[in-house]
């Protein structure tokens, strides 16, 4: 390979655009055929400032493509149980259509057991274990947002994960497990590694797509990207700094997501578009079609 | 490594046995503290030979342990509806502790429909989609059985997975896909194969712990085996074959499974452990004492 060659980058402030321009038409489409707007209520727990600027960002992006949304604080000192307790009634009413509940929740709270107050058909940011398993499983059901985001990335320049090598760095319950899970629904060959993994390089090496995902700047070495791969950098750091170690990393990567701009815009694009899927068939107007694949 | 080497056999036999001792002795505690005998209720749909056998073993060796066992068999020609529904009465029986779904279930019937009518409390077979994502996430639940039989195997040997890279093969709901699940969350580095998998023996290679679970004879070539590896041969082909060419794998691999009593009396075993834990729970005795641990 060329000491010129520079990687392609995938674009997914352009892409996610696109997603939200087609949620936002189905969203005008939803409210003029039912009469009622499609809601997201998101549920914040303290005043985390980089928290309360995520959920500022989701609800300004909802509004913008004609998503009702509606906002539930509750002090840092809140309870499972009364957390619990406001998920349960948003579950079960009928005005709100999907449920993000931002995370972190803080110390006091036993964050799995307040996902899974989420009702399935709510659970448009796929956090609950019944979203995991059917992501596992290859059964319907809401994806996590980043992974599906990556998912919908990768569609977008024609790669096709089966048969490749995808190695996943990183294994969280909303991030590396749920994305490694996808990518083997699609049969590639899927490595996860992590903190206590031996020999990171040589497996990293072996990567036709690299999801990395652990939040830590450059921690990916660029020499060790296999010339020709697809690159995915999930990690977003202080300074826009990725996971990767961009500069060595497009010199040798076929595909590479910028950051900013790469997977980032994407999260937020599928939680929209799950959104008014989430909507229309709690309104009876499902389609079946899916506004992140218009 | 000299010619003569020959890896140390894994012995499932053994350990089954004793978990299967330490079981019935929980039982008849339980019996004896509870006035009720812990109960397994397993369900049949058609007449499938195998399927016969299996089911037959499984109560035999639950009466052996002092669980009671009731049989609920449905013909082949019932519908998911008539399968749900009897299911989700055990569900709700409270004198039945465990539910054992055997599979498959035939070609009318949606068998994940099925399997999603068993109580959580209740799935001592480790079928349902939150058993799966408790393993995934290491929250506290039932395993599948033999993944549970494979990591309780590795801890009998003192196989500790952290930092070892594991390869499984196969990726089965309820074998390949939850066993790397706890593989990984005992801080393996985890590779999924299968049949779309390219190069498979070089990965093979690679692999410090490897479980074949694919379910064809002697798939598993004894000349990729790493030197020094645990191979745990999940595999059960006519003529007690596994998945493993064992010959080979002996002369190279550190520990390794027979085929037959390795994996496969552990599964058994699991289910028998599981089984009087649940019913201790559902009995108000529940100790947090695992019989498959002591």
Request: proline residues 5%.
């Amino acid at each position: 390979m060329s000491q010129t060659h520079t990687a392609r980058l995938m674009d997914g402030t352009d892409l996610a655009h696109r997603i939200s321009e087609a949620s936002a038409s189905r969203a005008a489409e939803i409210t003029r055929e039912s009469g009622t707007a499609p809601c997201l209520a998101t549920v914040l727990v303290g005043d985390d400032s980089a928290s309360v600027t995520y959920v500022r960002m989701k609800r300004a992006r909802c509004e913008k493509a004609g998503i009702v949304s509606r906002h539930l604080g509750l002090p840092a000192t809140a309870t499972t149980a009364e957390l619990v307790g406001a998920i349960t009634a948003l579950s079960q009413d009928p005005e709100v259509h999907g449920i993000l509940l931002q995370h972190p929740v803080g110390p006091y709270i036993d964050e799995r057991v307040a996902f899974e107050a989420i009702a399935p058909d709510k659970d448009v940011d796929g956090v609950t274990m019944r979203s995991f398993a059917a992501m596992s499983f290859g059964l319907p059901g809401f994806v996590s947002c980043t992974p599906g985001g990556i998912m919908r990335l990768l569609e977008e320049y024609d790669v096709d994960p089966a048969g490749k090598h995808a190695v996943v760095v990183g294994r969280s319950a909303i991030l590396g497990k749920p994305v490694g899970m996808l990518l083997l629904g699609r049969n590639a060959t899927v490595t996860y590694c992590h903190s206590h993994t031996t020999g990171l390089g040589s497996i990293v090496r072996q990567a036709d797509i690299l999801v990395a995902a652990v939040g830590r700047p450059r921690f990916i070495r660029g020499e060790d990207i296999k010339p020709g791969a697809i690159v995915i950098d999930a990690g977003y750091n202080p300074g826009n700094i990725g996971d990767v170690d961009v500069e060595t990393a497009r010199t040798r990567a076929n595909l590479i997501t910028p950051v900013p701009g790469g997977v980032g815009p994407m999260t937020i694009a599928v939680l929209l578009a799950q959104t008014v899927e989430a909507a229309a068939e709690q309104l009876g107007l499902g389609s079946g079609r899916s506004v992140l694949r218009s």
